[in-house]
């Protein structure tokens, strides 16, 4: 008995691992050997590449395409029309499968609309990618990067909220209150 809801117009291959209580929309493919973890959201018109991993709690909004070589971690939102590359230098008549870049984006990340992730790049978990970003290097953890080519620009919290940091390098999420420190250049949580 199947535990996810797919569109009847969504195609799924073989192979596919596919978690309880996720979505699969109008018009998407979900290629051979995917796992894509419980409660995913697929919109309309998405490409899952054969292999691809997603986390549990994944959100895919419409015209998403994810290749071969992608893995989302979990609660990773990933915008409308963004893209992942998948080759460095793609030439129609020559086949390049066996040099797929990897590209990981960590747990809480979020891809805006539009933007695109050059393959063989890491995004941190809670970074925040902003919309028609072109990512061209790896992003730590809890970034902010816009751009093209991305820049850092300040760092984001897990709720979504740009950080500020006092002169001892502490910030407070206005949300929720989650405090964190700056340090060596990287951000961590620290309540």
């Given at each position: 008995?199947?535990?996810?809801?797919?569109?009847?117009?969504?195609?799924?291959?073989?192979?596919?691992?596919?978690?309880?209580?996720?979505?699969?929309?109008?018009?998407?493919?979900?290629?051979?050997?995917?796992?894509?973890?419980?409660?995913?959201?697929?919109?309309?018109?998405?490409?899952?590449?054969?292999?691809?991993v997603?986390?549990?709690?994944?959100?895919?909004?419409?015209?998403?395409?994810?290749?071969?070589?992608?893995?989302?971690?979990?609660?990773?939102?990933?915008?409308?029309?963004?893209?992942?590359?998948?080759?460095?230098?793609?030439?129609?008549?020559?086949?390049?499968?066996?040099?797929?870049?990897?590209?990981?984006?960590?747990?809480?990340?979020?891809?805006?609309?539009?933007?695109?992730?050059?393959?063989?790049?890491d995004?941190?978990?809670?970074?925040?990618?902003?919309a028609?970003?072109?990512?061209?290097?790896?992003?730590?953890?809890?970034?902010?990067?816009?751009?093209?080519?991305?820049?850092?620009?300040?760092?984001?919290?897990?709720?979504?909220?740009?950080?500020?940091?006092?002169?001892?390098?502490?910030?407070v999420?206005?949300?929720?209150?989650?405090?964190?420190?700056?340090?060596?250049?990287?951000?961590?949580?620290?309540?």
């Amino acid at each position: 008995m199947e535990t996810f809801f797919a569109h009847e117009t969504a195609v799924i291959d073989e192979g596919c691992e596919i978690g309880a209580g996720t979505k699969i929309w109008h018009f998407s493919h979900i290629m051979p050997n995917c796992k894509i973890g419980q409660r995913c959201n697929l919109g309309q018109n998405v490409v899952v590449s054969p292999d691809v991993v997603l986390g549990n709690n994944v959100k895919v909004q419409n015209n998403v395409s994810i290749y071969t070589g992608v893995i989302c971690e979990d609660d990773v939102f990933l915008g409308p029309s963004m893209v992942f590359t998948n080759v460095t230098n793609p030439r129609s008549a020559v086949n390049r499968k066996s040099q797929y870049a990897k590209t990981h984006v960590g747990r809480g990340a979020t891809i805006g609309a539009n933007a695109t992730i050059v393959c063989g790049h890491d995004i941190g978990k809670y970074a925040f990618i902003g919309a028609g970003a072109v990512v061209t290097k790896n992003v730590p953890d809890y970034a902010l990067v816009v751009g093209n080519p991305s820049k850092q620009i300040g760092w984001m919290s897990e709720y979504g909220h740009r950080l500020e940091f006092d002169e001892q390098g502490f910030a407070v999420c206005p949300e929720n209150g989650d405090k964190y420190l700056f340090k060596d250049n990287n951000v961590m949580k620290i309540a």
